[in-house]
């Protein structure tokens, strides 16, 4: 099987995604194509970057990633094919696979030349559609580009350590209005080392991580509906801190976007005790 997934900031309300499998399947009719999300907030890559690292390990070796979040090639941003954890991701080198690794070295990278080899009317997803089926069909990185070491960093919105504080950002909001942040459980363990800490954002405090939403419900003299509404932060399936509204609807009982003032981009921190 020949797994080729999308992500994009497209939406489904105009003919984008559907031509972008027209022209998958008019390149390689026996391509599986699966879509990973279309709602990508436009060029969003933060947002991006979770959605994939969410989702690849779902699939198996050798599923290529197409990932259509600000693909125009240009003077700071050029086309780059990856492979990494025997899977392949397409993309511009806009900060998306960098926030997706983290500090992971990718079995190979390459950066994508075969520009010039297409129709002078050939769009960046043209280019992008061809190099997914090009891989896809069992075909290698370096006949497509040449190697390159380094992808560009984004900085600004990764976890820092500063003493004994973690400084995160939410990065995500998904469907119930829970705040992602990107504040990893392994960085946690790694910073906490068993400590007792604080999670502060917007003049509020958590001062437990629950093991899962219905853990909290600490009391059997109260049914679970009692606790509705309520604050909480886990890490979520993906590994990374959520700052959740138990049983959270974003029309009733509302979510920590409605509740809490948590955006995109704002600060989540955790303080540990000496």
Known sequence: MSIITLTTDYGLKDHFVGALKGKIVSEFQEATIID??????????????????????????????????????????????????????ICSDNGILSMLIQKNVPQKIVAINIHDRLPSEATDLDVFVKIACHLAKGGLLNVIGKEIKKIKEVTELQAIVQDNQIKGYVIYSDNFGNAVTNISKKLFLEVGKGRTYEIKFKGQTIKTILPKYSAIGISSNYPLKYYEGEKLAIFNETGFLEIA????????????????????????????KH
Do not use: C
Request: glycine content about 4%; aromatic content about 12%.
């Open 36 to 89: 990973i999300s279309h709602d990508i907030d436009a060029f969003n890559i933060a947002e991006a970057a979770y959605i994939i690292s969410a989702a690849y390990s779902s699939f198996p070796k050798g599923t290529v990633h197409l990932i259509g979040v600000d693909i125009e090639l240009n003077s700071e941003n050029q086309h780059i094919a990856m492979q990494w954890n025997d899977q392949y991701f």
């Open 245 to 272: 509204i138990f049983r959270s609807n974003p029309d009733n009982v509302g979510s920590a976007n409605s509740l809490l003032g948590l955006n995109y981009r704002d600060v989540v921190t955790i303080d540990f």
